[in-house]
């Protein structure tokens, strides 16, 4: 079993920061990367960032230049940076770990960017 705990989520203003975090545990052996999606209402969940193993990383358009996601190997730990939000950047965000052929979802925090 994997488990993952999200935290940071939290109000901002349009143009302010948030940083998200996500600390993984349990059988965390043989990961093909990290991911940060998003789910406004109504919409589908969507990617926004992702790591692989390899610390190659990869980010939606809508969010490129803004935020930016890293892993510290160390503590299982993977870190979403959200500069410059907007409120369309409003929405739940969930950490999801790869690993072989699954994908192991966090609870989701929630990240609200007022106008």
């Known amino acids: 079993q994997v488990q993952l705990v999200e935290s940071g989520g939290g109000l901002v203003q349009a143009g302010g920061s948030l940083r998200l975090s996500c600390a993984a545990s349990?059988?965390?052996?043989?990961?093909?990367?990290m991911g940060w999606y998003r789910q406004a209402p109504g919409k589908q969940r969507e990617l926004v960032a992702q790591i692989t193993s390899g610390g190659t990383t990869n980010y939606a358009d809508s969010v490129k230049d803004r935020f930016t996601i890293s892993g510290d190997n160390a503590k299982n730990t993977v870190y979403l940076q959200m500069n410059s939000l907007k409120p369309e950047d409003t929405a739940a965000y969930y950490c999801?770990?790869?690993?072989?052929?699954?994908?192991?979802w966090g609870q989701g925090t929630q990240v609200t960017v007022s106008s």
């Open positions: 349990g059988s965390i052996f043989s990961i093909n990367g």
């Open positions: 999801a770990l790869h690993r072989l052929a699954f994908i192991y």
